[in-house]
């Protein structure tokens, strides 16, 4: 089974609020991977040459290219799942080619649809959550966040996990990074909204988070299944964080997926080697066409590649996978594109572009990426948010 990717930010009506607070972050991961939100009832919903559209008397959350979960209508071709394809202020459409013409009867409810994952062990520790994708083709590995601190949430993961606190097979591990990794909320201890996106399908996310006020500068994070090379990967599993507080740094953050490296900084595990012996091991990310004379540096910036965007040959976006290193390549990070060009201010985050050649057809959403803290290097990642992650 497979599911379209979803998409989330703060920006939306109804989406929870991330600050430097205890549990905001967990807020924020069970609203976009378990439960949705934005609920509201239709006024009224109509159906005419296979396009429906629903009207609201209060307004709703949704954008172009969205994912709603309509409930309550009778009849076929309305409810479950519908990516949106137009917005106004009081109304949205979406296709419904099995649906009949005419107004749509019943109670009619919509809310942004969840990613498709569940809450294990709910209830048993406060500002604590432990999240599994339910896609039966997923690797079930769980990812821990304990969102008990104010500017950061420790995150790792496990391969299966009795109870919220007691786990086997950690990733990383307490060697490789005491305490798990950091997933950045804000600079300060305040409750100070800041700007976040979610990106996800039913077996990976990515959060990009702003901690620093007024900045379009992103660290982008992962936790899930990787598109292995290896048919059947049981323990293609990855999490990425910082491996200390970065808040406030001015260097590339080292869990970021924006930033490519061929030095062994750390900032992302995997839960197991290829061979599906031992325990999590340290991965490198490295991004197609990254030979640049840096070796350490964010997609979209000069000395990663080569040329400026446009490319001079067919006025294009220039972009490749980002691959994962661990004793071999494993595999590439799902629906991430590293631009092999040098972006400057191009885009900034939440802007699109429309893909072309494999991509045709597909939407890809940008995210400014860099350290926190003015001064350092902001660079440009895309996420294909235009259809369904191969793996």
Known sequence: MTTPVKVFD?????????????GALRAVLKACLVDGYGAGAVASLTVTAGVATATYASGHPYRVGSVALFAGATGDGING?????????DRV???APDAAAGAAAGSITSRMAAAGWQELFAGQA?????????????????LRVDDTGATNARVRGYESMSDITTGQGVIPLASQVAGGLYWPKSGVASAAARPWWLIADERGCYLAVAPQPGYDRYTLLYAGDIASYKSGDTYGWL???????????TTPPDGCCGYSHRNARGGAYLARAHTGIGQAIPVQRIGAHHTGVVADLYAGLPGYAWG???NGANNGLMTGAVEINGLGLRGTLP???????DMAAAFATGGTVTGTGDYAGRTLLAVRVGAPAPGGDVGTVF???GGIWSR
């Open 10 to 22: 703060s920006a939306q009506t109804g989406a929870p609020v991330l600050s430097g607070t205890p």
């Open 81 to 89: 799942d519908r990516r949106i394809l137009t917005i106004a202020g």
């Open 93 to 95: 459409t979406f296709a």
């Open 126 to 142: 406060d500002n604590v959550i432990a999240l599994r994708p339910q896609a039966v083709e997923a690797t079930g590995c769980v």
């Open 239 to 249: 999490v990425t964080g910082n491996q200390s507080d970065q808040v406030a740094s």
């Open 308 to 310: 400026t965007y446009p």
């Open 335 to 341: 629906g991430l594109l590293h631009p092999i060009q």
């Open 383 to 385: 996420v294909d948010v």
